[in-house]
């Protein structure tokens, strides 16, 4: 297939070591469709961190996988987050938005470029580049909703090149601004990593459930470096007693709600990045930012992975821990995670269950055999990587204005 014109995937930020959900989905979609035999560019900022928007990664990198390639080109970033700015543009877009509905819908154009730009990351040489170069693309990728270049790429190419929007809804404020109706207003087909996201969309946006779209669920990333060793710290952890969180650990996760409930003779071991303050308190360890063996070896000797976010529009995390066969508790209320421990098994639960429940779990009177079910279900095939490159070759196949599936 080396006759077609180039695939790109636009996403705020991505590199092998960047492990949060868009900029992984991103990077193993980019995989996929490399290993399927199409030409794979990643479009993206040269920045590892999604507050400061730093320009710590190179312009250019190109990723070896199976044989064959796929580019990640970057674009710098003009200027960090203006926090305090960001900080009161967002809540003032909220206020508007909830109270005076008619005057954000008049002043929306500024206001959400207010956000967007303050927000960052703001790198206007990707969506000019973009849109310099769009006959070079036969398909435009976009992953995720709420950032600077995902919305202005698909706002100068949407007329140009067939775009496919993968919304990655979450039910939080932000996804009810205005720019997001365009979003949905400009993409030729929407893409949903599960139903619940679907659902939230098509409730929220009613234009929305009129769009072609495509259910296009993250697979599970097995390791296949045989390099990555066990650091002894993680391997002296797992030989203990301990609940898990693996992501970003950060306020937006409401990590604060694993923090005040989690009782005084249990331990919760915390991986990934670090943008919170853990407390000093022995029952909570942070170990880094773990490799895939190392995240195999602790979801595999846990008592449970914890979960407290609701604003997710999937969890990748909690399907590998439902993999792996490690109990899953989540805080109920976050639909696409209920969804999953709904059909694969797991715990979800109220506020005021999920102490006493972690306690139980810990004392082993909880018997979480009768929460599990039938794991292997979620790998069929069609909720893989390669699955959802074959279905993205389909669409490519098709004419733009029968641009479905």
Excluded at 4 to 29: M, P, T, W
Excluded at 80 to 90: Q, S, W
Excluded at 257 to 280: E, M, R, W
Excluded at 365 to 387: A, D, G, H, R, V
């Amino acid at each position: 297939m080396s006759n077609k014109k180039n695939i790109a995937i636009v996403v705020q930020r991505c590199s092998k070591d960047i492990a949060a959900g868009a900029e992984l989905y991103a990077f193993h979609l980019a995989q996929s469709l490399a290993e399927q035999g199409l030409q794979v560019e990643i479009l993206t900022s040269k920045s590892d961190d999604y507050i400061n928007w730093n320009n710590n990664l190179p312009s250019e990198e190109i990723i070896e996988t199976s044989g064959v390639s796929f580019k990640i080109k970057r674009f710098k970033v003009l200027h960090g987050r203006f926090k305090i700015f960001f900080g009161i543009i967002k809540r003032f877009n909220l206020f508007l938005l909830k109270y005076f509905n008619f005057i954000y819908l008049k002043l929306s154009v500024f206001l959400d470029y207010l956000f967007l730009r303050s927000q960052g990351p703001w790198c206007p040489g990707l969506w000019n580049e973009l849109e310099k170069n769009s006959e070079n693309y036969s398909l435009v990728i976009i992953k995720s909703y709420l950032y600077a270049p995902n919305y202005y790429a698909i706002k100068k190419i949407s007329n140009k090149v067939k775009t496919l929007f993968i919304v990655t809804a979450h039910d939080q404020p932000e996804f009810r601004f205005q720019f997001v109706y365009k979003f949905l207003l400009e993409a030729t087909t929407l893409g949903f990593v599960s139903q619940s996201e679907k659902k939230i969309c098509n409730s929220i946006w009613l234009n929305s459930n009129n769009k072609n779209s495509i259910i296009l669920p993250p697979g599970i990333h097995f390791n296949t470096n045989e390099n990555q060793i066990i650091q002894n710290n993680i391997k002296e952890i797992s030989t203990k007693k301990y609940f898990i969180y693996i992501g970003r650990i950060d306020r937006l996760k409401n990590i604060d709600f694993i923090i005040k409930h989690t009782p005084q003779n249990c331990s919760v071991v915390f991986a990934g990045d670090l943008k919170y303050t853990l407390p000093k308190d022995p029952r909570f360890i942070y170990v880094g930012k773990i490799n895939d063996i190392e995240k195999e070896l602790l979801l595999k000797k846990a008592l449970a992975l914890v979960i407290s976010s609701r604003y997710e529009a999937y969890s990748m995390i909690t399907a590998e821990a439902i993999y792996h066969d490690c109990f899953v508790l989540a805080l109920k209320g976050c639909a696409p995670i209920d969804e999953l421990i709904e059909h694969y098994g797991g715990l979800s639960c109220e506020e005021n269950e999920f102490k006493n429940i972690m306690q139980e779990i810990w004392d082993n009177k909880l018997n979480i055999n009768k929460f599990k079910k039938n794991q292997t279900k979620y790998f069929s095939p069609e909720k893989n990587w390669n699955t959802n490159a074959i279905k993205i070759i389909d669409l490519l196949n098709q004419k733009k204005d029968n641009f479905s599936i």
